[in-house]
């Protein structure tokens, strides 16, 4: 059974820092590329970062410098460290695995809540 599983999300003080992690299962992550999506409450679904099956790294304007994309294929698990992170990062945030460009298998999600 394909699965993607996040953990990691929490509550955070502004300015904080949180590691997801995004499990893969079912499917061999060395040939896919594997993207973090965030959805805050009434807003839509937005890119956050990439990592491709190559190691080549793409990131939100919003996140760059605050947010690192990482993946271990041998642990088949991708990872977003966020550090200062702000009011405006609270979130579901979500990962996702594509070959083709259409995102073809998508974790549940797991929220993330900055907050003083």
């Known amino acids: 059974q394909v699965q993607l599983v996040e953990s990691g999300g929490g509550l955070v003080q502004p300015g904080g820092s949180l590691r997801l992690s995004c499990a893969a299962s079912?499917?061999?992550?060395?040939?896919?590329?594997i993207g973090w999506f965030r959805q805050a409450p009434g807003k839509e679904r937005e890119f956050v970062a990439r990592?491709?099956?190559?190691?080549?790294?793409y990131y939100a304007n919003s996140v760059k410098g605050r947010f690192t994309i990482s993946r271990n294929n041998v642990k088949s698990t991708v990872y977003l460290q966020m550090n200062s992170l702000k009011p405006e990062d609270t979130a579901v945030y979500y990962c996702?695995?594509?070959?083709?460009?259409?995102?073809?298998?998508w974790g549940q999600g797991t929220q993330v809540t900055v907050s003083s």
């Open positions: 990592i491709t099956w190559g190691g080549s790294i």
């Open positions: 079912g499917f061999t992550l060395d040939y896919y590329n």
């Open positions: 996702a695995a594509t070959i083709t460009g259409t995102y073809d298998f």
